[in-house]
Structures are given as C-alpha cells and as structure tokens.
T-cell receptor
Framework: AQKVTQAQTEISVVEKEDVTLDCVYE???????LFWYKQPPSGELVFLIR??????QNEISGRYSWNFQKSTSSFNFTITASQVVDSAVYFC?????????????FGAGTRLFVKA | GAGVSQTPSNKVTEKGKYVELRCDPI?????LYWYRQSLGQGPEFLIY????????DSGLPNDRFFAVRPEGSVSTLKIQRTERGDSAVYLC?????????????FGPGTRLTVL
C-alpha cells in the first residue's frame, strides 16, 4: 500500500539558515512518482517538483534542492538560505503508475516557520 | 489564464442537510481530482475523473458522497445527510492529460462546516 511519512510536524528556523524537510515513502510498485507541494498561508497548494522512480538524479532549482534515494525510500527537500516567504506547509506526495496511477497520496505535511 | 476555481469558498450547513460543491478546472484539463483536507493533515484523495467518467472513486468515504462531471469540465461534489465529521476543506485539482506523472493545479478550496 502507498504511504508517505513526513515525520517533522513543524520546523522553525531563522532567516538565511538552511533547512531540510524529510519525506519517506512506501510503495510496492516499481514505477511511481514523487512530488513536493507548497501550501502558503493563502491556502492554495503549489506544485514544486516531480520525480519518477527511474530518475535518482538530485535536482537543484535556485535555493531549492531535492535528494531522492531509492535505497532508503526517501525524497528530502532542502531550502538553502531560507527566507520569510518560504514560510508555509510543505507536502510530499506519491502516486503509483501500476494502479492506474492517478490516486495521489499526500503526507501530513511539515509546517515551516522562517523568522526574520 | 484562469486557474482552478471553486464555489462557494465557504459553506456552513446543518447536520443532515445536503450540499453541493462546485469545481471549475483549468480549460483543456481532462483530469480532475477531489480531495478533502482536515486541519493539520495533508489532502486526502476522494475521486478522480478522466473526462466525464470517474476513473477512481476509491477514496469516497461512503455512499453519502457522490461526484459528477457530466460534460467533462465542471464537476460537482455532492454530500447527502451531512455529518459533523464531514467538516473540512474540500480541494479540487486539475491536470493536463491525467497521467500519474502529471502536475496537479489546485483550487483555493471550499471550507465546509457542518453544525
């Protein structure tokens, strides 16, 4: 069965600190997709990144980077030099291609507070 | 271009009443999803449409919940005999093509409160 665990409920950092949000997933499928979404205080979820199970290359986009490790079933997200605008709830999500793949399972989220 | 819109933004109803929540997806998006988000939780999958048909409704909690998408665009989530436990934010998302790898675009949600 699909499962996504975000063990960190809340993280508080001071601006300019680096912060890593953890995500561990469970799946029996060999083909699956992992996502990160951001939910700012305004409420709408915003897509950040998608990785498929065959591509373990780490990715960097500006201050954001993602570390995908199949060996540990983890897909961690790092924000470098955090800013106040990064304050939001971040969700990791998983969908499996084998079951039709459209059912997306979200973790419980990590609330990030960045203080000035 | 317009994003996903949902109406109403807030709905307060009494236990036992019937409610309808509406979602307007992004034009041209064939896939549409409904989720329910309770306070402090991630979105919980309810149902997925590809075109007019419900391709996966395995997340609907019971038969009081039903959703339609008659013309493959606008969707309505219908809840009969509402219960206090149905109180949550109901999110709609759409994506292009509906593949598992597809990025989903979310609406602002409808906050349902059942008194």
């Amino acid at each position: 069965a699909q499962k996504v665990t975000q063990a960190q409920t809340e993280i508080s950092v001071v601006e300019k600190e680096d912060v890593t949000l953890d995500c561990v997933y469970e799946t029996r499928d060999t083909t699956y997709y992992l996502f990160w979404y951001k939910q700012p205080p305004s409420g709408e979820l915003v897509f950040l990144i998608r990785r498929n199970s065959f591509d373990e290359q780490n990715e960097i986009s500006g201050r954001y980077s993602w570390n995908f490790q199949k060996s540990t079933s983890s897909f961690n997200f790092t924000i470098t030099a955090s800013q106040v605008v990064d304050s939001a709830v971040y969700f990791c999500a998983l969908s499996e291609a084998g079951t039709g793949g459209f059912k997306t399972i979200f973790g419980a989220g990590t609330r990030l507070f960045v203080k000035a | 271009g317009a994003g996903v819109s949902q109406t109403p933004s807030n709905k307060v109803t009494e236990k036992g009443k019937y409610v309808e929540l509406r979602c307007d997806p992004i034009s041209g998006h064939t896939a549409l999803y409904w989720y329910r988000q309770s306070l402090g939780q991630g979105p919980e999958f309810l149902i997925y449409f590809q075109g007019t048909g419900a391709a996966d409704d395995s997340g609907l909690p019971n038969d009081r919940f039903f959703a339609v998408r008659p013309e493959g665009s606008v969707s309505t989530l219908k809840i009969q005999r509402t219960e206090r436990g149905d109180s949550a934010v109901y999110l709609c998302a759409s994506s292009l093509g509906g593949r598992a790898s597809g990025e989903q675009f979310f609406g602002p949600g409808t906050r349902l409160t059942v008194l």
